[in-house]
């Protein structure tokens, strides 16, 4: 079946500017995770979703830094006032609830912040 | 808080060769998961292999395999018969067992092993 997609592929913003990033997970998972990869920082768990359940922030870097998730489906992860710092690879992962420990990853969305 | 770290930034192997991969971490939890993940020029993270802390017999997987050190919080990954297909970033990563909160979910990677393949 389809895996986990994620769009656009890449994306340069101007600092100051508001993006947007989607995640379609793979069907029927009910979680979906969010990491940061940098060259600085490595990858860094974001945020994570589990169902219709309010949504663990705990690895967000900032309040620019936000996500929803519609229908327990899509999310999208919005950074407000980008900075130069936010350019990173931007990666989603999904995983079905019973299987909670494999997941399953997107091909990721390079931001970069000019 | 979990740390995980890869000593080696890059390694070269040849073809048809074994190579091994270091990968220690540091908790207080006594159950959890490890894993290995491939991530190729294409970004797209590929799990290798994984390891439940509870198991004492080492994973395997076709050519990959580790060597799990409970004890002393070392998880190597063993690749026999290297192909040029396996040139990639290798990323050891750990999970916690405890059902807190995404927190816990969420995997804490080490920064990577670049694996390159000589013909």
């Known amino acids: 079946g389809a895996g986990v997609s994620q769009s656009p592929s890449n994306k340069v913003t101007e600092k100051g500017k508001d993006v947007e990033l989607r995640c379609d997970p793979i069907?029927?998972?009910?979680?979906l995770y969010w990491y940061r990869q940098s060259l600085g920082q490595g990858l860094e768990f974001l945020i994570y979703?589990?169902?219709?359940?309010?949504?663990?922030k705990s690895g967000l870097p900032s309040d620019r830094f936000s996500a929803e998730r519609t229908g327990g489906s899509v999310s999208t992860l919005t950074i407000q006032r980008t900075q130069q710092e936010d350019s990173a690879v931007y990666l989603c992962?999904?995983?079905?609830?019973?299987?909670?420990?494999?997941?399953?990853f997107g091909p990721g969305t390079r931001l970069t912040v000019t | 808080a979990q740390t995980v770290t890869q000593s080696q930034p890059e390694m070269s192997v040849q073809e048809a060769e074994t190579v091994t991969l270091s990968c220690t971490y540091d908790?207080?939890?006594?159950?959890?998961?490890l894993f290995w993940y491939k991530q190729p020029p294409s970004r797209q993270m590929i799990l290798v292999i994984r390891q439940e802390a509870y198991k004492q017999q080492n994973a395997t997987e076709n050519r990959f395999s580790v060597n799990f050190q409970k004890a002393a919080k070392s998880f190597s990954l063993k690749i026999s018969d290297s192909q040029l297909g396996d040139a990639a970033m290798y990323f050891c990563?750990?999970?916690?067992?405890?059902?807190?909160?995404?927190?816990?979910?969420?995997?804490?990677f080490g920064k990577g092993t670049h694996l390159i393949i000589q013909p």
């Open positions: 992962a999904s995983s079905p609830f019973y299987t909670t420990y494999e997941q399953y």
């Open positions: 908790t207080s939890e006594s159950d959890y998961y």
């Open positions: 979703f589990q169902g219709n359940s309010a949504p663990d």
């Open positions: 069907s029927g998972h009910t979680a």
């Open positions: 990563a750990y999970r916690s067992a405890l059902r807190s909160g995404g927190g816990a979910d969420g995997l804490t």
